[in-house]
């Protein structure tokens, strides 16, 4: 069965400070990859997506970065943080390819809660 | 741009009835996913159920079920028999097809809270 791993669970980082956070897929191949944040309180905001190795789509301008150097693994990254990267971070995967089926449903990773001080 | 609405910021349900959350969408496309998703104390998403937009029948798992609308563009889901573990943020979801990627949408969400 498929599972997904995000760590660390909990980060508390000063402004400024470079960030990593890691996203891994088990059992499963070439998967389309997601970042998601979420602010206190609000929805989700989709950040990149990923539909291979080296392939990154960034939704809105930020600070954040996003990489994926290994089929089944996906991380999202900053130089110097803002107290507004503060959130809730989602990771989700699809399964990867084309076609209008029922492969398309999104799981989500455990979280990565983000304070910025 | 797809964007999907969730009118209730705040529900609340006694143990055992049914309550009915709201979701509008606004889209251009024909053919689309769309979800419920709980979200738990525990931050986790958990899928609770999805809808093709080619598909006329409404999905139902066990004690949710959905009223899917597609000409008014609404994905109401309706929950029987409220359990105490339904308490949750519910978020509802948009996801257009376009080739290889799934691009999917949340709406702001509905915090449910289910009352002994």
């Known amino acids: 069965s498929q599972t997904i791993h995000q760590w660390p669970a909990t980060l508390v980082q000063p402004v400024g400070s470079p960030l990593s956070l890691e996203c891994t897929v088990e059992?499963?191949?070439?998967?389309?990859l997601y970042w998601y944040r979420q602010a206190a309180g609000r929805g989700l905001q989709l950040l990149f997506y990923?539909?291979?190795?080296?392939?990154i789509s960034s939704e809105v301008p930020q600070n954040l970065s996003a990489s994926r150097p290994q089929d089944r693994q996906f991380i999202l990254s900053s130089k110097k943080l803002l107290l507004s990267d503060s959130g809730f971070y989602l990771c989700?995967?699809?399964?990867?390819?084309?076609?209008?089926?029922?492969?398309?449903?999104?799981?989500f990773g455990p979280g990565t809660r983000l304070l910025v001080l | 741009a797809q964007t999907v609405t969730q009118s209730q910021p705040e529900m609340s349900v006694q143990e055992a009835e049914t309550v009915t959350l709201s979701c509008t969408y606004d889209?251009?496309?024909?053919?689309?996913?769309l979800f419920w998703y709980k979200q738990p104390p525990s931050r986790q998403m958990i899928l609770v159920i999805r809808?093709?937009?080619?598909?006329?029948q409404n999905a139902t798992e066990n004690r949710f079920s959905v009223n899917f609308q597609k000409a008014a563009k609404s994905f109401s889901l309706k929950i029987s028999d409220s359990q105490l573990g339904d308490t949750a943020m519910y978020f509802c979801?948009?996801?257009?097809?376009?080739?290889?990627?799934?691009?999917?949408?949340f709406g702001a969400g509905t915090r449910l809270t289910v009352k002994p």
């Open positions: 989700a995967w699809t399964q990867g390819g084309q076609g209008f089926s029922l492969k398309e449903t999104q799981y």
């Open positions: 059992g499963t191949s070439n998967p389309n």
């Open positions: 990923s539909v291979g190795i080296g392939q």
């Open positions: 889209t251009s496309e024909n053919n689309y996913y």
């Open positions: 809808q093709e937009a080619y598909k006329q």
């Open positions: 979801a948009f996801m257009k097809h376009a080739g290889n990627n799934n691009d999917m949408r």
